[in-house]
Each structure stands twice: as structure tokens, then as C-alpha cells.
Antibody
Framework: QLQLQESGPGLVKPSETLSLTCTVS??????????WGWIRQPPGKGLEWIGS???????FHDPSLKGRVTISLDTSKNQFPLKLSSVTAADTAVYYC????????????WGKGILVTVSS | QSVLTQPPSVSAAPGQKVTISCSGS????????VSWYQQLPGTAPRLLIY???KRPSEIADRFSGSKSGTSATLGITGLQTGDEADYYC???????????FGGGTKLTVL
């Protein structure tokens, strides 16, 4: 059974870089069939897609995040990190990592999520 | 303001049927596949429907999906109290070049 687990600091200061890691077990991220993505959910609000990456290094992300997003794949560790730079209070959210099916782009496996608060 | 429009809430009695709508445009629902997710309180979203109308094997056949034009619908029959959750639709938007979600619908089973 595929499992995804987010990890990282729960508190980040404004203007700094948010760094999270998703560790995948029960399957390899080095597969052509899937992307590996990040989605967030501000407190009391809906889901927001951040971006996704493929083991070929192809990456795509929400244009509204204006280049603040970096998603990479570490195939040696079966992990995919997320970096979000220049954070503000608006970036406070529960961050989920998920597997995304290539082609029709739905998310079939999700991590449990990690709350990240942006505050000084 | 979400690109996809869902009703904020729906409610029905146990054993009844409910439908949740998701309205979009030709740049998203009209030309791309729709998926639906269930988020029980305090938990991560779970895939309910993919490719408009397909169910993962572990999802009960009480859940169904359909799409017509620029709208999609999630149907739930034989409502149970355990179905109380937030439900989200999602798809690709070809104009925005982004995955988009609806604002979510809170289902209450009275």
C-alpha cells in the first residue's frame, strides 16, 4: 500500500522560505505513470494546488504563486521536497503531498498533511 | 473566488439521496476530466471519483459521478451519518494552466 508522509517545521517566519519534504513508501517515485504534487488548505478554506513534478524533472506549478515554488524529486531517498519562498501570513495552511495520475491529473493517494504557520 | 462553483452546503436525511453540483467553463470542466474528493473532519482528502464517473475499487457504489457540458455532479445514495464531510471537485484548467478545485460543499446528514 502506497503511503506518503509530510515532514518539516510547523512554524516559519515571514519573508523566509518554507521547506517541506514528502517521503513515499510502498512504491517508487521513479515512475513514468505519475506526477508527485503538493496541495494546501488554509484554515477553514478549500483546497489549493501548488505544483507537481515528474521523475524526468518536468515540473509545473500554479502560475499565481509567481515563481516562489520549487518542487524537486530525490529518487535516491524516494522523497520530493517543496520550497516556497518569501512567505507571508497568507501561506499559513495545512500542506498535503499527493500522487497525481499522469494524463487525467487526479490525486489518488494523499499524505495526512502538516500544518505550517507563518508568524514572527 | 474559486474557478469551479459548488454550493456551500447541502443536507438530507439518512437513507436519502443527495447531489452536489460543480459548475465551470469550457477551459476546465468542458474539456478535461473531473475528479471528486471527500474530506472527513480533521482528515486528508480522499479520492471518490476520477475521470468524471469512475470509482476506485474501495469506494462504495453509493457514490457516483457524471459530467455534462461544463458541469459535473456527484451523487450519493443511501446517506449515512458517516458521509458528513466536505466534498470537492477538481480538474485541469487549460487557460490558467493549473489544477483547480471547487470551493467545497459541506454535506450534513440530518
Amino acid at each position: 500500500q502506497l503511503q506518503l508522509q509530510e515532514s518539516g517545521p510547523g512554524l516559519v517566519k515571514p519573508s523566509e522560505t518554507l521547506s517541506l519534504t514528502c517521503t513515499v513508501s510502498g512504491g517508487s517515485i521513479s515512475t513514468s505513470l505519475y506526477y508527485w504534487g503538493w496541495i494546501r488548505q488554509p484554515p477553514g478554506k478549500g483546497l489549493e494546488w501548488i505544483g507537481s513534478s515528474h521523475y524526468t524533472r518536468f515540473t509545473f506549478h500554479d502560475p499565481s504563486l509567481k515563481g516562489r515554488v520549487t518542487i524537486s524529486l530525490d529518487t535516491s531517498k524516494n522523497q520530493f521536497p517543496l520550497k516556497l519562498s518569501s512567505v507571508t501570513a497568507a501561506d499559513t495552511a495545512v500542506y498535503y503531498c499527493a500522487r497525481q495520475v499522469k494524463g487525467t491529473l487526479y490525486f489518488d493517494y494523499w499524505g495526512k498533511g502538516i500544518l505550517v504557520t507563518v508568524s514572527s | 473566488q474559486s474557478v469551479l462553483t459548488q454550493p456551500p452546503s447541502v443536507s438530507a436525511a439518512p437513507g436519502q439521496k443527495v447531489t452536489i453540483s460543480c459548475s465551470g467553463s469550457s477551459s476546465n470542466i468542458g474539456n478535461n476530466y473531473v475528479s471528486w474528493y471527500q474530506q472527513l473532519p480533521g482528515t486528508a482528502p480522499r479520492l471518490l471519483i476520477y475521470d468524471n464517473d469512475k470509482r476506485p475499487s474501495e469506494i462504495a457504489d453509493r457514490f457516483s459521478g457524471s459530467k455534462s457540458g461544463t458541469s459535473a455532479t456527484l451523487g450519493i445514495t443511501g446517506l449515512q451519518t458517516g458521509d458528513e464531510a466536505d466534498y470537492y471537485c477538481g480538474t485541469w484548467d487549460s487557460t490558467l494552466s493549473a489544477v483547480v478545485f471547487g470551493g467545497g460543499t459541506k454535506l450534513t446528514v440530518l
